[in-house]
């Protein structure tokens, strides 16, 4: 199994990225995906969740109306839309899977989450 993580890179504040969740190895419309970041001296973090259905998502306080996450699981990804980038959102970020039910208050759990990418780097710098 290998889960790939593309789209980081160096943007400015205020502008958007979009980050792709691609895996081979597992079919990822049978998984609920997550997102999470580490930025530097910082714990790792849960940025975003979406069901396998795609019928419910969640979203870290952090970040809660600059991102946006959706799946294609007709083309095995999952996106994460980040807009109205700051500094502070600075981070490597990764995608995890899950087979477990996620809830709205356990969703954020990293050891709920098996397979996990390299993660890809995302710098906001003036």
């Known amino acids: 199994v290998q889960v790939v993580e593309s789209g980081g890179g160096l943007v400015q504040p205020g502008d958007s990225l979009r980050l792709s969740c691609q895996a081979s190895?597992?079919?990822?419309?049978?998984?609920?995906i997550g997102w999470f970041r580490r930025a530097p001296g910082k714990e790792r973090e849960g940025v975003s969740c979406?069901?396998?259905?795609?019928?419910?998502?969640y979203y870290a306080d952090s970040v809660k109306g600059r991102f946006t996450i959706s799946r294609d699981n007709a083309k095995n990804t999952v996106y994460l839309q980040m807009s109205n980038l700051k500094p502070e959102d600075t981070a490597v970020y990764y995608c995890a899977t899950t087979a477990f039910k996620v809830t709205p208050s356990g969703w954020s759990a990293a050891y709920g989450y098996d397979h996990w990418g390299q993660g890809t780097q995302v710098t906001v710098s003036s």
């Open positions: 979406i069901t396998h259905t795609g019928d419910s998502s």
């Open positions: 190895g597992i079919t990822l419309s049978y998984y609920t």
